[in-house]
T-cell receptor, first 112, second 117 residues
């Protein structure tokens, strides 16, 4: 079992809809979680971080964390074609030597 | 414009040759990561430095890969000898950690696309 699991997709949504991206993790010691967006041929770009249970909103993006269920999600409201990319979920332990561990990513396609 | 700078952006080399990739972290950042990305494996951590000291290089094949930070503004990843299976995009990322907290958010460079033929 991979430490961070994501559905590879593609997840296809119409323009203006809500896109829901999900991620589960196996390491209960993980305390912080990150969502990166990666356009084809480009580098990953940090878009959200979340450390506490509940929701965190930033513009059209909402990250949700449920540590009891070991589940992280990213909601994108009013999806735009420019949101079409691969979204990578990453986790990290609170302390220690481990760096960020990434999932394999979910490819999102927003249809105009 | 603070960003991580990687050179070269593209590298094609023959099997058996030495490859050196360079990274300039964001000024003031004290943590550097090297990741490798392939279609099959996704993003894999190769090495992780804090204050120029290696903290985790367990993901790096030691027989052919080496990573160093000669100074705070330069990190290098070297492959010798290179093999076709090393073909991938190699990303450097940097971050800032204060005190004893764990690894920071990582800000990525543009990557080096390596092709070994």
């Amino acid at each position: 079992q991979k430490e961070v699991e994501q559905n590879s997709g593609p997840l296809s949504v119409p323009e203006g809809a809500i896109a829901s991206l999900n991620c589960t993790y196996s390491d209960r010691v993980s305390q912080s979680f990150f969502w990166y967006r990666q356009y084809s041929g480009k580098s990953p770009e940090l878009i959200m971080s979340i450390y506490s249970n509940g929701d965190k909103e930033d513009g059209r993006f909402t990250a949700q964390l449920n540590k009891a269920s070991q589940y992280v999600s990213l909601l994108i409201r009013d999806s735009q074609p420019s949101d079409s990319a691969t979204y990578l979920c990453a986790s990290r332990r609170g302390t220690g030597r481990r760096a960020l561990t990434f999932g394999s990513g979910t490819r999102l396609q927003v249809q105009p | 414009d603070a960003r991580v700078t990687q050179t070269p952006r593209h590298k094609v080399t023959e099997m058996g040759q030495e490859v050196t990739m360079r990274c300039q972290p964001i000024l003031g950042h004290n943590t550097v990561f090297w990741y490798r990305q392939t279609m099959m494996q996704g993003l894999e951590l190769l090495a992780y430095f804090r204050n120029r000291a290696p903290l985790d290089d367990s993901g790096m094949p030691k027989d052919r890969f080496s990573a160093e930070m000669p100074d705070a503004t330069l990190a290098t990843l070297k492959i010798q000898p290179s093999e076709p299976r090393d073909s991938a995009v190699y990303f450097c990322a940097s971050g800032l950690v204060l005190g004893s907290e764990g690894p920071p958010e990582a800000f990525f460079g543009q990557g080096t696309r390596l092709t070994v033929v």
